[in-house]
Structures are given as C-alpha cells and as structure tokens.
C-alpha cells in the first residue's frame, strides 16, 4: 500500500511516495519497483546514429595503439597465440553483447549491468544492489583514456619515449586536466557537451577506416616486414620470442587487456533510459559498431606483428601506434599524424566515457544509499547530473594523483578496470545461465544460445581466477597490491558496507529501514531510507 503526498514548505513541487516495504524484503519487489519509471527529466534523445556514436567512441579509444604491446609480450611475442587471443576477446564480446541486450529487453532502463544483476540476485534483499553501488562508486574513473591522451600529447610535443613512460607525472595531470574539463562541458550544457561528443565521434569514425585501410595497405604491401604473418610455419609455430616463460598469469593479463579494448559494448546500457526504441536502436547499433572494431583491430594487430620486431613492440609500451607509423611513413609525417588522430580518439573517448560513468553515478544515487545521495543525483544546474559528473571526476583525478606515471601504471590500470569489470560478467553470464526458467515467460526479440552462454562464463571464469597462478610479478606497480587483490579487497569493502547498513546496525539498535521515494521537482525519483524503530 503506498501513500502519495505534497511535502509541505517546499519551493517546488516535490512529492514522496510512502512505502510499506522495507530493507528486509526481496530487491525485486522493492526499489526496483518502486523506481519504475524508466524515463529520466532529459527525455529520449539518442537516435541510431548517436548511439553508433557511443559504441564506436567508447570501444575504439587509444587503447588499440597503447595495450597490444603488453598483449605481445604477455603472449611471449608469439604471433598465433596473440592473433588468436584477440579473436577469443571479439567473440567474447559480441557472445556478452548478446546477453546484454537479452537482459536489456526486460530493464529498458539506465543502468545497464546494475540493473541485470539485481534482477537476476535478489537474495539476501539489497545485497546486490549495495555491493555494486558501492564498488562502481569507488571505481567510476575514466582514467585510462585520459593516461593515454596525457602521453600522447607530450609525444606529440616533442618529449622522448624514457620521458613519456618512466620520468613524469606529466601525463597524469594532463588527463587529470581533461577530465574535469569535460565534466564541465558535460555539466553546464547537455546539448553543447552532445553535440561536440557527436563531432568527435564523427572524427573517430574517420580515424577507424583510416587506420584499418593503413593496416590492410601495411599487411599487403609493405616489404620490409620483421615476421612473415603469410608463411604457416610462423603462424602455427609455437615459437616464442620472450625468454620469460608464457604462465597463465600472464595469458590472463593478455586476455583482460584486449577484452578491454573492446570493453563499451557493456557500458551504452548504462543511459538506456535516454535512447529511442532502446530495443531495436541497441541491437542494430552494438553489433555494428563491435564489427567495425573488430576490423580495425585486427587489421591494426597484424601491422603490429609484420612491421615492428618483437624488441620494438616491447620497448614502445602505450607509445606502440606512433612507434608503428613513424617507421611506416618517416617521423615527419606518420609520427605527427598518428599523435593527433590518437589524441582525437583519446579525447572522444574520455568525453563518452565521463558521459556514462556519470549516468551510472546518478542511477545509483537514485537508491539513497550514501549519504547527500538527493543532491548528487539531481540534474542540476542545467538540466544535466553536474554533481554526478563531478563525483568521477573527482575519483578519476584521485587515482591519477596515486597512480606513477608509467607505463606499467597504465597497464596495472587496464588489469585492474577489467578484472573487476570481469567478475561481474561471470556473474551475469552464471546469473542468466540459472534464471532461463525463470526467463521463459518474457519475449525476447533475440536470445543468447545457451552454448554462448556457457563459453562466456567458462571463459570468465578462467579470466578471474588465472591471475592467481603462474609468475604474477607483472601484476602489481610500485607499493600498489596486485590487481586481482585490489579488485577484490574493494568487494570485500562493499560487503561489509551492506552488511553494516543493512545487518548488524539494524539488528544493534532494533530498527529497520524503509523505503521512501522522493520525487523531485524535475520528475527524477530518488529513493530515501528512513528508521522505523522495531516494537
């Protein structure tokens, strides 16, 4: 039984619904139905194209010209097991895409892998929702375009390779720069902050077929290769030319690394509520944009292998794509070019990185769980989530100051990102995978083939416990712990927030929490938790 009512002395109109709900009841039941309403204040204004946008922009960013270099070597500089390792990746993102949109068919709604999760764990009641609202606000950085972006703008100035990736911060305060002042593009202006987001996308497009047609003009023509990718006794071999053994901590990496490169296809759910016909736009947009960097990689991937040698390949690190056009075309022009078409890239990707982080910022403020959650998710001051922006902004800028600036930096950051980003798809993946019968009564226009579901779990399941074995020196940078062991102490952390919140606190003091939706004067609903002492 719910109860709506004007609160009086407010400025504008502001109503809470009253709920008989409470914390000990099962998610499903609970805010999820109470935030119903999948529409936000912005409305729906993302078409096909701007979605295309999205997907391109987030997935082909400056990470296919900084992370094959630690995927080769990773791979002990073997070509077959690097080329196959990154089909391994494409397939696992389009098997985990096809989930995606499975589940988004029931959720149309902002908040992507959040959403999935509590719909398929909705026991113990709020568990699910607290342990990811907490872990991905402890975690909604985009600092990865932003290192890359850093680097590539001192290359592109003149500074050497040993500046670049050993000597300097420069390159993190550069990104922390450009972060915020994006946040504030986005912050002040939804449609400014679009617009220019939809013109770098436009550019990106551009770089893609160019560097994909440089890759394919790089395979068939040029002479001067340092291996022979035509010749199947180098493709088949297993030969390596690293003199460090291949462990499976470090085909793990290799794995986690170019599965973050295609990493974007799970982040466009995350502003559902913002697109038209999410249904049909996601399932046109998403595997189009997925094949189109599929191709630019792999033609990419190749260059790589046939032009540089493996000592190259190795010592260029994130500065790997400039290394590669500077010998093709002469520093002059293949250096310069290759710089600013990935600072173009980096900056297109960090605009629709920070765009939807803040979206998923503002969906979990909505569930009132942390303190001053009504002001952060409001869209404030210009119909835009500001405060939302600036928690990722702020986040991001406080790694980036942790974080040396090195190349191991960058490559610690793209493990740590994607081990937990991995967790949680195992956990989608084995979530779908139990919950079929429970799905048969929804229509779905596509559903994943249980045989994919299966892949992507086992593969999953694989990508979280390999770091755990082998030679995991690479693992871990300057005084920070191991990837793994960072990722799954800040779980730890969230665990332990929910069950003080929602357990032992309660359970001390003889209270329970009930749920108020407060709906605020632009019609964003926000979830308020208030005590009601136990008689």
């Known amino acids: 039984?719910?109860?709506?009512?004007?609160?009086?002395?407010?400025?504008?109109?502001?109503?809470?619904?009253?709920?008989?709900?409470?914390?000990?009841?099962?998610?499903?039941?609970?805010?999820?139905?109470?935030?119903?309403?999948?529409?936000?204040?912005?409305?729906?204004?993302?078409?096909?194209?701007?979605?295309?946008?999205?997907?391109?922009?987030?997935?082909?960013?400056?990470?296919?010209?900084?992370?094959?270099?630690?995927?080769?070597?990773?791979?002990?500089?073997?070509?077959?097991?690097?080329?196959?390792?990154?089909?391994?990746?494409?397939?696992?993102?389009?098997?985990?895409?096809?989930?995606?949109?499975?589940?988004?068919?029931?959720?149309?709604?902002?908040?992507?892998?959040?959403?999935?999760l509590e719909f398929l764990y909705d026991k113990p009641p709020m568990m699910t929702t607290v342990i990811l609202c907490t872990y991905c606000l402890m975690t909604c950085f985009a600092m990865s375009p932003a290192m890359i972006l850093g680097k590539y703008i001192l290359?592109?100035?003149?500074?050497?390779?040993?500046?670049?990736?050993?000597?300097?911060?420069?390159?993190?305060?550069?990104?922390?720069?450009?972060?915020?002042?994006?946040?504030?593009?986005?912050?002040?202006?939804?449609?400014?902050?679009?617009?220019?987001?939809?013109?770098?996308?436009?550019?990106?497009?551009?770089?893609?077929?160019?560097?994909?047609?440089?890759?394919?003009?790089?395979?068939?023509?040029?002479?001067?290769?340092?291996?022979?990718?035509?010749?199947?006794?180098?493709?088949?071999?297993?030969?390596?030319?690293?003199?460090?053994?291949?462990?499976?901590?470090?085909?793990?990496?290799?794995?986690?690394?170019?599965?973050?490169?295609?990493?974007?296809?799970?982040?466009?759910?995350?502003?559902?509520?913002?697109?038209?016909?999410?249904?049909?736009?996601?399932?046109?947009?998403?595997?189009?944009?997925?094949?189109m960097a599929l191709i630019c990689y792999l033609s990419l991937n190749i260059a790589y292998i046939k032009v540089l040698t493996y000592e190259e390949i190795k010592n260029a690190g994130p500065l790997l794509g400039s290394v590669l056009f500077s010998k093709i075309f002469g520093k002059a022009v293949g250096a310069q070019f290759i710089n600013i078409s990935i600072i173009l890239s980096a900056i297109s990707n960090l605009f629709v990185t920070v765009y939807g982080i803040s979206r998923m910022n503002q969906e979990i403020f909505r569930e009132g769980l942390f303190p001053f959650s009504a002001q952060l998710a409001r869209n404030w001051p210009c119909n835009s989530p500001l405060p939302s922006l600036l928690i990722c902004g702020i986040v991001s800028s406080f790694w980036l100051?942790?974080?040396?600036?090195?190349?191991?930096?960058?490559?610690?950051?793209?493990?740590?990102?994607?081990?937990?980003?991995?967790?949680?798809?195992?956990?989608?993946?084995?979530?779908?995978?139990?919950?079929?019968?429970?799905?048969?009564?929804?229509?779905?226009?596509?559903?994943?083939?249980?045989?994919?579901?299966?892949?992507?779990?086992?593969?999953?399941?694989?990508l979280s416990v390999g770091p755990f074995f082998g030679n995991g020196t690479g693992n871990s940078v300057g005084k920070f712990p191991s990837y793994q062991y960072a990722a799954i102490f800040l779980f730890a952390l969230s665990v332990g927030f929910w069950f003080m919140k929602f357990v032992l606190l309660p359970r001390l003091f003889k209270y329970t929490l009930r749920s108020t939706v407060v709906v605020q004067n632009d019609g964003l609903t926000v979830v308020d938790w208030r005590r009601h002492p136990v008689e």
């Open 1 to 116: 039984m719910e109860d709506t009512h004007l609160i009086e002395g407010s400025k504008a109109p502001l109503y809470i619904i009253e709920s008989e709900r409470d914390s000990t009841e099962d998610l499903s039941k609970n805010v999820s139905s109470l935030i119903s309403d999948n529409e936000v204040p912005q409305g729906r204004h993302l078409g096909i194209f701007s979605t295309v946008i999205l997907f391109v922009s987030r997935i082909v960013g400056g990470g296919i010209y900084s992370v094959p270099s630690s995927v080769f070597v990773n791979c002990g500089g073997n070509v077959s097991l690097f080329l196959f390792v990154w089909l391994c990746a494409a397939v696992m993102a389009f098997i985990g895409m096809s989930m995606f949109l499975e589940l988004g068919t029931i959720l149309p709604k902002s908040g992507g892998r959040k959403n999935f």
């Open 155 to 291: 290359y592109a100035l003149g500074y050497g390779e040993d500046f670049v990736n050993k000597e300097s911060y420069a390159s993190n305060y550069i990104g922390i720069a450009a972060i915020m002042v994006i946040v504030f593009v986005h912050g002040l202006s939804l449609n400014h902050g679009l617009i220019i987001q939809n013109i770098l996308g436009i550019i990106k497009l551009v770089i893609v077929l160019l560097m994909s047609l440089a890759g394919m003009y790089v395979t068939l023509f040029y002479h001067n290769a340092s291996y022979d990718i035509t010749q199947p006794s180098l493709l088949f071999s297993a030969a390596v030319q690293s003199s460090e053994a291949i462990s499976s901590a470090s085909l793990t990496s290799a794995f986690i690394q170019c599965f973050y490169c295609f990493a974007g296809w799970d982040t466009v759910h995350t502003v559902t509520s913002e697109i038209k016909d999410p249904n049909r736009t996601l399932k046109l947009a998403g595997p189009l944009s997925l094949l």
């Open 401 to 462: 100051y942790l974080l040396p600036g090195t190349g191991a930096a960058f490559d610690y950051l793209i493990n740590f990102e994607g081990y937990g980003n991995q967790i949680m798809l195992l956990l989608v993946a084995a979530g779908l995978l139990v919950r079929r019968e429970r799905l048969k009564r929804y229509q779905f226009p596509s559903r994943t083939p249980i045989v994919g579901v299966v892949a992507f779990l086992l593969l999953s399941v694989y």
